[in-house]
């Protein structure tokens, strides 16, 4: 039976038919559909998308999408990513007319994100030292732990209570300068920063850690050792930690406008 | 430093899930224009409310916040009765046919803990505070946060993403009751 869809995975920088062999999704046959000098990378399957009820099963065909754009990565350079269970109707020729119809902006984002990856970056720090580092700097604050030491129990509750109200807004506050802080010294060094007030996963050793900021950042490939150093230096500071991960394919940076 | 390429599955899983590129309907598989991209995945293998965790639904969360926001409605108090801490939570529904996490805003006040859902304006759950115990449940999931309420009626397993400040607060809460007392004791 012929497959009448192709499943994507990425569109990447080159102009010559490759096999990339059977890496796909289910061990599918992995090869590039090229138009000019640009090409989709694809493998042939039925028009309907990958389902299942099997959890192992579904995070094993992600697995796979993604080593098939790593794979893809390694031989052409930085590639368009697409999201998992992007399939087009139609066989070659509907992709080749695809690429041939978005040309203009395939190749636009291409060259935009050439020699560039993308790298994650969370910072971390211990909120019991960012609070004794507010306590120490705020005269009031210090004058209002002295009164509790010294208070009747009742009184000392009430002012206890104010107490933790007043440092936990100032530790919000200077958390906020921080991130901003720390948001400024990385900006330079990157093409594009994207803030994200959350991650999707903490490692064990930072699990007793409070996230300062989540930064998704598009670098070049020349000020990937640059930006390290920046972020060694945020590393070394008492109390702050920074996770550091990459080099990945830019998912958080392609921008396709809409065709008719 | 230098960067390294660690990453779990629930980093990749989001990567792939939620980022990467896509494509207009019209190009590919989809039914009645809406695209069919990992939507069934993404419900499997995240779940409702990781969903909402990851962003995946910002926009309807964004939404639901506003409508929240446009449609004023308090919460029943009891004469004298304060709200000493609220934080937003969910609650384990087991019952019926349909077992979910029910999103809503969890109170501490000065006599119960209270599950309050501005829209409509409802409590959902309710148990006064003195004789609760509560029970930290062992991390099944990489990002939610549990607690088992246990109450002299039953027990109701909740989940929050400021797990550590809300039994902070259960257990100030209570020391505060017992200062009260003390002081009315006095008089």
């Known amino acids: 039976m012929v497959k009448e869809a192709r499943y994507l995975y990425s569109v990447a920088r080159t102009g010559h038919e490759v096999m990339l062999g059977s890496i796909g999704i289910e061990k599918n046959n992995v090869y590039i559909v090229p138009y000019k000098d640009i090409a989709a990378i694809v493998h042939a399957c039925d028009a309907k998308p990958y389902k299942t009820e099997d959890k192992k099963l579904a995070e094993g065909w992600v697995l796979e999408h993604s080593y098939v754009i790593d794979q893809a990565t390694k031989m052409f350079g930085t590639v368009l990513p697409f999201s998992f269970d992007v399939i087009i109707k139609g066989n070659d020729d509907a992709v080749k007319d695809w690429l041939c119809r978005d040309y203009e902006n395939l190749a636009g984002e291409l060259l935009r994100v050439q020699g ?112 390290g150093e920046v972020l060694e230096a945020i590393n070394c500071k008492e109390g702050f930690f920074v996770r550091f991960t990459g080099p990945w394919a830019p998912f958080s940076f392609v921008r396709l406008q809409e065709t008719g | 430093m230098n960067p390294e390429r660690e990453s779990c599955l629930v980093e990749v899983l989001d990567r792939l899930l939620n980022k990467g590129a ?59 009765e304060q709200i000493l801490y609220k934080t937003f939570g969910y609650l384990r529904e087991d019952e019926g046919l349909i077992k979910c996490w029910v999103p809503g805003i969890w109170n501490i006040t000065s006599q119960r803990v209270i599950l309050w859902v501005k829209t409509p304006g409802k409590v959902l759950f309710e148990t006064p505070r003195e004789e609760l115990r509560i029970l930290r449940v062992p991390a099944s999931h990489e990002v939610r946060k549990e607690l088992e309420l246990i109450y002299p009626e039953g027990s109701a397993r909740i989940s929050l993403s400021e797990r550590d400040e809300f039994e902070e607060a259960l257990a100030w809460a209570a020391e505060a009751t017992e200062v009260r007392k003390e002081s009315e004791l006095m008089l």
């Open chain 1, 116 to 227: 560039t990856a993308e790298y994650s970056i969370q910072i971390y720090c211990d909120h019991a030292y960012l609070e004794t580092l507010v306590l120490a700097k705020n005269q009031e604050l210090v004058d209002l732990k002295n009164r509790i030491e010294d208070g009747s129990k009742g009184k000392a509750y009430l002012l206890k209570r104010n107490l933790d109200m007043k440092l936990k807004n100032l530790t919000y506050s200077e958390t906020g300068r921080l991130a901003d802080q720390f948001c400024s010294e990385i900006k330079p060094l990157v093409k594009e920063l994207k803030v994200s007030g959350r991650t999707s996963w903490t490692p064990e050793k930072y699990k007793e850690k409070k996230l300062l900021a989540t930064y998704s950042c598009l670098v070049s490939d020349e000020a990937v050792k640059k930006l």
């Open chain 2, 22 to 80: 896509v494509l207009n309907a019209d190009l590919i598989i989809s039914v009645a224009g809406i695209p069919l991209i990992g939507v069934t995945l993404k419900a499997m293998i995240a779940g409702m409310e990781t969903m909402l965790e990851y962003g995946i639904m910002e926009d309807w969360d964004k939404s639901s916040r506003e409508l929240y926001a446009s449609q004023e409605t308090h919460i029943p108090l009891f004469p004298g």
